[in-house]
């Protein structure tokens, strides 16, 4: 019998493969072309022995190893030998797509079709389990031979991503997975059990112990964590896997060397050397590590120069002469088929995927898909098409290039691109230029002809801009005699009574600017590219504290400051901050994952206690921010796994880290003199049982990404990659009690307790925010879906307010009232998305004004009031990589770069740190940047600053 016949599936791209065309390019290989598959022998015999011993098999690896190829020709052959069926299946999420089981059945029917072998019939209702459990359920060759289906799921990380797009995507891969999970646990669905039970004379139709069917799920690295999320329903997940690794040069070399018609050994090593960017020999053939991809790509484009030069075989002439064409090739056809989004493609690739300097970059995906003309289904093309993969680092997916090889390309095109660009913009310029004076000569016409009037005209006009010009001198002259300083009454008043009658709207805006508060940027010598991503002022405000994830940590000798009579700015008694060295931490210069310090009391004499976790799986403690020591290091020297996450108690005397091997580690500490004693504590097991074969938490993808400790010292927590979320009770000395908190189903990004140490809060990438009461146990209190994920959350001091900020820019408010916690109807700051997502989110440490700090990626600084009108913009278009406030909430740190501007000199830094002295806000205008366009536009001078002195003065 064979099934009902439908349309076959589209398996992918396909391309001419022979003894002239041995390479298929950025194609998969595919079973007719298994002859010219070469260099992957050994993976091979490997996937097709699990493959034949085991119900399930999962193979991973990342992007651009050929997986497909591998499967397709060189597994799947060996299967046919042995009467095993193997069915590639490409799940399709399109909402006008069939049913995912029915999917399943189209393309069983299409490959027994195809095959001459009969299979059963899926009669309408059936569920996997049922297809296949069925007594007459045989698949029978064209020689009448039984056969044994093997459902090859390609891509089935799609099932993460395409299937959970929309709720009813997700709904319906939600009863897709539940059904695979019952045919892969060979366990009978419990609606067919239900109807069984019903109808006991319908179980003779079943055989509950004929599990004659494979499975095989092949999916990228990266997803690795996502499947682990399903062990619960399909145990066997965990069992016979495979990971395809990328080639060695001398796999490489069999790769092309198998067509020594085409090319000889010396030009083979060539182009392997060529792929793995080793071309001046000085790696051992067995050493390179090569893209199987790109390997594929460059070989097929060398093969097809060779034919247009009609040549017999490829040589070094040929590979000498068109090296950078083709990876001109490569690109340009990978990218110019968008339609009228190419123009968006190129410019996502070039300006977000590639440093100014010419070096790979990444983009998070999440913010790659908010920029114009680039969607899911743009950059899965960009991705299939081998110019871009995927990442996780950190617990976020990234995009980056496949490989250095394009960067050079892709810089070139960069270049050619914004020399057309400015081309046009100075056509347009010309153009509206050449209009103006067209219509100028035109009013010519009609000036003549009543001269009289021009005349009286151009009198009234001289007279204005001799007044214009004359204020705007005397304002600057005045100011230069007046030489405000900062610490005196008033100064606003002051400004506005000693310049001449300036405007009503220039009251207006000199006001905003001196609410907006003075700025003093922190310099730093050394490297340009050098970009930092946390920071804090230390609570006597005499230092300042920065550290970069790649590099290292500085720190800057603030100036001694007096409040002056206006309570919030102060007077500099020493030199400008500009001039003050920075100091690098012994120590730090690893790759910088965790960092936090202690916030002992304003004007406290306890020194500021800090921790440093780096990547190389070491964490340094700082007394003073000048006394370091060795707190932790991994005693793993071969593959020493990163400290990922650190905490602090205010006090500084408990210290917390999560560490790489899923361990919380702490100690208690005590400074002595100037140096500072950690005392080890208990290590607390995050995944006590991960080495249980049947463990939740069996996952080596699983980081700790957060571990805090309330300020009492009494509660530590840490949160996941995973979701998961643990708490322990307890001091560091003692055993402590574990309490396994209510998770969420993706990486927990933020995690903070309210000052009381009575309230927990979570956001997490699943869209929620989880509410944690602390007493007398940790119980989860409430939580909120906020249909975006989550970015950045805080707590108001007294536990009463949680402010949350989504990926979407809009800021959320939890209140809790008489211990009922609700959500807003509104949200408090409205989505934007040309400002990108939030990256700080704080209320002000000085309770007694109700003000948040919110800072967004592109979008600025700003320190919101009470009311919506009531905004404060320190800093906008700018991108901000932190904004983090003094604990006496008087100043603001941040860390800010220019947009990429062609018009920025290459020896400007484009990276800067600041310290904010903002003012609060008192019925700020909406309107305030038109109005500062439009006054310093009508005045001719750009801004008010300050000298070292702290003067004012008009620039």
């Not at 484009?301 to 490569?330: K, P, Q, S, W, Y």
């Not at 980056?400 to 810089?411: A, C, F, M, S």
């Not at 095109?413 to 153009?431: G, I, K, L, P, Y």
């Not at 995050?686 to 699983?702: I, K, M, R």
């Amino acid at each position: 019998m064979t099934a009902e016949p439908t349309q076959p599936l589209t398996v992918g791209e396909r391309v001419r493969v022979d003894e002239q065309n041995p390479w298929p390019g950025l194609a998969s290989f595919t079973e007719q072309d298994s002859a010219f598959f070469n260099g992957r022998e050994t993976e091979t015999d490997q996937l097709y022995a699990l493959t034949s011993r085991s119900r399930l098999t999962t193979l991973f690896g990342v992007s651009g190893l050929g997986k497909t190829s591998l499967l397709l020709a060189g597994v799947f052959p060996r299967l046919r030998e042995q009467a095993i069926l193997p069915v590639l299946i490409r799940l399709d999420y399109s909402e006008d797509e069939p049913d995912l089981v029915r999917q399943v059945f189209r393309a069983i029917h299409h490959e027994a079709e195809a095959c001459g072998a009969e299979a059963p019939v899926a009669q309408a209702g059936d569920t996997l389990w049922e297809y296949f459990h069925r007594e007459d359920a045989d698949f029978w060759s064209s020689r009448n031979k039984l056969l044994q289906p093997l459902l090859v799921f390609d891509q089935f990380e799609e099932i993460f991503t395409l299937g959970l797009a929309t709720p009813g995507r997700r709904r319906a891969t939600e009863r897709f997975v539940e059904a695979l999970a019952d045919l892969i646990e060979g366990r009978a669905p419990e609606s067919v059990r239900r109807r069984l039970d019903a109808d006991d004379e319908t179980i003779g139709a079943f055989n509950f112990r004929r599990h004659e069917y494979k499975i095989l799920l092949s999916l990228r690295e990266d997803f690795l964590a996502p499947l682990e999320g399903l062990r619960k329903q399909m145990p066997a997940i965990v069992h016979n896997r495979y990971r395809l690794r990328r080639m060695t040069g001398e796999a490489a070399m069999t790769v092309v060397g198998a067509a020594e018609h085409l090319v000889t050994p010396e030009v083979a090593e060539r182009i392997v050397r060529f792929v793995a960017a080793q071309d001046d020999g000085s790696t051992a053939l067995e050493d390179l590590v090569v893209e199987p991809a790109l390997l594929s790509v460059v070989s097929r484009e060398f093969n097809n120069r060779r034919m247009r030069a009609h040549e017999d075989r490829i040589t070094d002439h040929l590979i000498a002469g068109t090296a950078e064409e083709i990876l001109d090739d490569v690109y340009d056809n990978g990218v110019d088929d968008f339609g009228d989004r190419t123009a968006d493609v190129r410019a996502f690739i070039e300006d977000h995927l590639l440093t100014e300097s010419g070096f790979r970059d990444s983009e998070a995906l999440d913010n790659a898909l908010t920029l114009p003309g680039i969607d899911l289904d743009v950059i899965q093309t960009l991705v299939n098409r081998r110019l871009l993969r995927f990442e996780d680092r950190d617990g976020v997916r990234r995009v980056e290039l496949t490989h250095d090889l394009l960067t050079g390309v892709i810089r070139k095109s960069r270049e050619a691109r914004r020399r057309e660009e400015r081309a046009a913009e100075a056509a347009a310029e010309r153009a509206k230029l050449a209009a103006e004076r067209a219509k100028l000569r035109k009013q010519i016409l009609y000036v003549l002809a009543g001269a009289a009037v021009c005349v009286v005209l151009a009198g009234v006009a001289w007279i204005q801009k001799s007044n214009a010009d004359s204020w705007r001198d005397a304002s600057r002259e005045s100011l230069a005699r007046t030489k405000l300083r900062l610490d005196e009454p008033d100064v606003a008043g002051l400004l506005l009574t000693r310049v001449e009658e300036p405007s009503q709207e220039a009251r207006k805006v000199i006001r905003q600017v001196l609410q907006r508060g003075l700025t003093h940027r922190l310099t730093y010598p050394g490297d340009r590219e050098l970009t930092f991503e946390q920071g804090t002022l230390t609570p006597n405000m005499r230092h300042a504290l920065a550290v970069s994830h790649s590099r290292l940590a500085l720190q800057w000798q603030l100036p001694q400051r007096g409040s002056g009579a206006n309570g919030n700015r102060a007077t500099a008694d020493t030199s400008p901050l500009a001039q003050s060295e920075p100091v690098t931490l012994p120590g730090a210069t690893t790759g910088i994952l965790a960092f936090a310090v202690s916030r002992p009391q304003t004007g406290s004499e306890v020194q500021t206690i800090g921790v440093i976790g780096a990547r190389d799986g070491s964490a340094r403690i700082f007394h003073g921010l000048r006394e370091h020591m060795e707190l932790y290091r991994d005693a793993n020297e071969q593959d020493p796994q990163p400290v990922w996450s650190a905490a602090v108690t205010p006090s500084g005397k408990r210290v917390a880290l999560g560490c790489g091997d899923r361990t919380v580690r702490q100690w208690s500490v005590r400074p002595q003199g100037e140096h500072v004693n950690a005392m080890p504590g208990t290590v607390l097991e995050f995944a006590p049982d991960s080495d249980s074969e049947n463990s939740p938490f069996n996952n080596s993808n699983e980081t700790i990404s957060i571990v805090a400790l309330s300020p009492d010292g009494k509660q530590l927590a840490a949160a996941s990659s995973q979701g998961r979320i643990v708490c322990w009770t307890g001091g560091p000395h003692t055993e402590p009690e574990r309490h396994d908190l209510e998770g969420h189903d993706g990486a927990i990004v933020a995690a903070e307790f309210d000052a009381k140490s009575r309230i927990f809060v979570t956001g997490s990438w699943d869209q929620h925010v989880r509410v944690f009461e602390l007493d007398p146990t940790p119980e989860l209190a409430k939580a909120f879906a906020l249909g975006s994920a989550i970015t950045e959350l805080t707590i108001a001091a007294d536990g009463s307010r949680i402010l949350a900020a989504v990926e979407s820019g809009m800021v959320w408010e939890i209140r809790r009232k008489q211990s009922a916690w609700t959500l807003t109807d509104k949200p408090l700051v409205q989505a934007d998305a040309n400002r990108g997502p939030p990256v700080a989110l704080s209320f002000r440490p000085d309770t007694q004004t109700p003000q948040f700090l919110l800072a967004y990626q592109n979008g600025g600084i700003e320190i919101h009031g009470p009311e919506s009108e009531d905004v404060n913009i320190l800093e906008s278009n700018r991108i901000v990589r932190f904004a983090a406030w003094s604990q006496d909430g008087t100043r603001v740190l941040s860390s800010s770069s220019l947009p990429v501007s062609e018009e920025l000199p290459a020896e400007v830094h484009p990276h800067e740190l600041r310290v904010w002295y903002p003012q609060t806000p008192s019925g700020v205008d909406g309107e305030l940047h038109a109005q500062l366009k439009t006054f310093f536009a009508r005045h001719g001078f750009a801004r008010i600053s300050a000298d070292e002195a702290q003067r004012l003065g008009l620039e």
